[in-house]
């Protein structure tokens, strides 16, 4: 397993802001796919960081999967709990741009399993 460094707050605001014209503005210009990865991964890390568990997994891909929120933990195969969507519906939803409510009903995040929906509590979490 890959070794994981601390997380630095003002590098992941950083890496949101980067891209931040491109959550506002989706018809403006595309940022570079490593700065959009790079704004993925840290706020899917700080979710990690402000919401241990494992009883839920939030996958982005194909930038990132993190296990989150306090729970029952599970070891093998697919985990009961997923909350999956891509790079952009994440980062509006991680700024506060979007609402979980919005995107689980306008089908841009898939939700399964009964406490997938406690991501909601966690965002957002680097508002723009």
Do not use: K, Y
């Amino acid at each position: 397993m890959a070794r994981r460094t601390s997380l630095d707050p003002a590098a992941v605001r950083a890496a949101v802001m980067a891209v931040g014209e491109w959550l506002r503005d989706e018809g403006g210009s595309v940022p570079a796919r490593a700065e959009v990865a790079a704004a993925v991964r840290g706020t899917a890390r700080t979710l990690e960081a402000v919401a241990p568990g494992s009883s839920v997994e939030v996958r982005v891909p194909p930038f990132v999967a993190v296990q989150c929120i306090e729970g029952p933990r599970h070891t093998r195969g697919t985990p009961p709990n997923v909350v999956e969507t891509d790079a952009r519906t994440w980062l509006l939803l991680a700024t506060g741009l979007l609402s979980f409510e919005e995107a689980v009903a306008s089908g841009a995040l898939s939700v399964s399993g009964i406490r997938a929906g406690e991501l909601a509590h966690w965002l957002p979490l680097v508002p723009l």
